[in-house]
């Protein structure tokens, strides 16, 4: 034990400045045998240690400790201990050994899985990933378990804080493909669904060689929210979705292409009756109540086709073409549709009428034009990271080889405007 | 578990913060590993969702609630009823919710201004929403009788025509740059 016991004094001794800190981690790495095989007796060490000013050597004791097998009663006092290190910690140490960092949070996840208790697990994984990302454009591996442990605590709120960012850089695609897929679920808990369909069209159009589950579930629900948010789906993929997917994500959604079909009848009988008979199928996928949410999304749909006709009509009259029930029935439905924004009328209650509007959007109050500034904003930042990305992209080799090597597949005219051998 | 920002709260009526700071507090009790479930102020932190009309989070909040806490704790079933009433769009409804319970002390504050707040922003749905209304409508939208809905809207510039009862909405002018 006595190399430990140096270990201890050697964490304690060079946690000071940045350069004592590096110094510590090349030690660290070369004990990488002994923290295997002494893992099961490190634990006591760590009460000798401070997590916030030893952070790095903490991290590589917890990192061990963790990794070998426990029972279930250590398993909530380990939970305790990380989610405490990943409070106190300092960031700067965390980030010399990510791949350690991350470690101690997954298998703090799957332990927070096994107590069944996610909703421990929420504030200390959000705290976790910002620590380890250097910056908040960065996509961590950490990001998809929170949004996990989001949606099986139900704190679909807590969720959507980290949905906010622009994300710019992903190291792994498969956090990318769940962030997401998970994102947008969170989304649509929080009926932001203008944002769910962007997270689920990357999903649908991120580059993929092998078609992979989540695409395939992100594809049914892509089609549904479509459906509630835009009152349409185009079942053509954009330019930039990989064959792959543009293959083979319709095979594994018939039932939705279908339904997709039948909503566009405008018949709120017929939709009803085939979900009625699809049931099971959408049951089984989890999206019964997403396809619920399609069915009463089609009594707006149809109120809005409305306003394209007339200027003015009777609720009676907008009862019958749609299929509710009664004239005060849909005088509610206006109602509501005023209330979000989704229709500009106003209801006479006298003559039993409502009046359709024009939208009274100016584009002239302050908020607007603090909304189209911001938006130009960040389409100037976007730019720019394109313009970067192109230069880097013209300089790299691989491009450089493939530009090279189709030169000659071009048809002669394409890259010289001046031929250099004349027919006369 | 340290409910002085809270109670600051409540007393400084933010209501509008409620939500916020039950939130990260249950997040911060729950990951310490504490069983907090009997002790949580579940009807204040429902009433705090409404409040800022975020009636989702009210709704994953109910789904979280402990089966035992709904049983023995009528106030948060009364606090969960406003936020149905409210998912629904049940005009009226919200309006008799707030009123057939007897709220505690630390509740009243909340639920009061909420009460208003909501008699507000349902009267300027209905001048957004309608040129003309009966009495009796009204009366059960802003949750007042015949009489004092009348009144509330005349003194608000709408016009009444006794014969009808159908009372005109004032239009509000929008204000540009």
Redesign the interface.
């Known amino acids: 034990m006595n190399s430990v016991a140096t270990l201890v004094a050697q964490i304690q001794g060079l946690s000071g400045s940045t350069s004592d800190v590096n110094q510590l981690h090349t030690i660290l790495k070369q004990f990488e045998d002994l923290f295997k095989s002494e893992s099961t007796r490190l634990a006591p060490l760590l009460t000798e240690l401070n997590p916030s000013i030893h952070s790095l050597g903490y991290l590589y004791i917890l990192e061990a400790c963790s990794s070998a097998p426990i029972s279930k009663e250590q398993a909530?006092e380990l939970?305790?201990s990380v989610?405490r290190f990943i409070?106190l910690s300092a960031a700067e140490q965390i980030r010399l050994a990510p791949d350690k960092f991350i470690s101690v949070c997954k298998r703090f996840k799957d332990q927070i899985m096994l107590l069944e208790?996610p909703?421990?697990?929420?504030?200390?994984m959000l705290t976790a990933l910002r620590k380890l990302q250097y910056s908040s454009v960065q996509l961590t591996t950490l990001h998809p378990d929170f949004l996990l442990l989001c949606l099986l605590?139900?704190?679909?709120?807590?969720g959507l804080s980290i949905l906010e960012d622009d994300i710019f850089e992903v190291d792994q695609p498969r956090d990318f493909f769940l962030y997401c897929y998970y994102g947008g679920m969170i989304c649509i808990?929080?009926?932001k669904f203008s944002k769910a369909l962007e997270l689920l069209h990357n999903v649908v159009t991120a580059p993929m060689s092998v078609l992979n589950a989540i695409a395939i579930e992100a594809y049914k629900k892509y089609i549904l929210v479509s459906l509630i948010h835009l009152g349409q789906f185009s079942i053509s993929f954009p330019k930039y979705t990989s064959s792959v997917a543009q293959r083979n994500l319709k095979n594994f959604s018939q039932p939705y292409l279908e339904l997709v079909n039948s909503y566009c009848t405008g018949k709120i009988s017929e939709l009803e009756s085939f979900v009625q008979a699809n049931n099971e199928k959408f049951e089984s996928d989890k999206n019964l109540g997403l396809v619920k949410q399609v069915v009463s999304s089609m009594y707006k749909r149809n109120i809005q086709r409305l306003t394209q006709t007339y200027l003015t009509l009777s609720l009676q009259d907008i009862a019958h073409t749609v299929q509710l029930n009664s004239a005060k029935e849909a005088e509610?439905h206006?109602?509501?549709m005023?209330?979000d924004g989704e229709i500009y009328?106003?209801?006479?209650?006298?003559?039993g009428m409502v009046?359709f509007l024009e939208d009274?959007e100016?584009y002239?109050?302050?908020e607007m034009?603090e909304r189209i500034d911001s938006s130009i904003q960040r389409m100037m930042v976007l730019s720019r990271k394109l313009t970067d990305m192109g230069e880097q992209l013209s300089c790299d080799p691989l491009y450089l080889g493939k530009v090279g090597r189709e030169r000659q597949r071009f048809d002669f005219d394409d890259f010289d405007t001046v031929p250099s051998k004349f027919t006369i | 578990m340290d409910f002085s920002a809270l109670n600051d709260t409540l007393a400084s009526k933010s209501y509008s913060q409620i939500a916020d700071i039950c939130d990260s507090l249950i997040l911060q009790v729950s990951s310490q590993g504490v069983a907090f479930q009997d002790e949580w102020p579940y009807a204040i932190h429902l009433l705090g969702h409404i409040y800022i009309n975020d009636i989702n989070s009210a709704r994953f909040l109910w789904k979280r609630i402990p089966l035992a806490v709904k049983e023995s704790q009528p106030e948060v079933l009364a606090a969960w009823k406003i936020g149905q009433k409210l998912w629904t769009r049940d005009y009226a409804g919200v309006h008799e919710a707030i009123r057939e319970f007897n709220w505690s002390p630390e509740a009243q504050g909340i639920v009061t201004s909420f009460s208003e707040l909501y008699t507000k922003r349902i009267f300027e749905l209905l001048v957004s929403a309608y040129s003309t209304i009966s009495t009796h409508d009204t009366a059960l939208f802003l949750g007042l009788n015949a009489s004092d809905a009348a009144n509330y809207a005349l003194e608000r510039g709408w016009t009444l025509d006794h014969a009808s009862k159908m009372l005109t909405v004032k239009k509000q002018v929008r204000s540009a740059l």
């Open positions: 909530s939970v305790l989610a409070d208790d909703m421990r697990g929420v504030a200390p605590a139900k704190c679909y709120k807590t808990g929080q009926k509610m206006v109602l509501q005023i209330q009328a106003t209801i006479n209650q006298k003559d009046r009274p100016q002239k109050t302050c034009i």
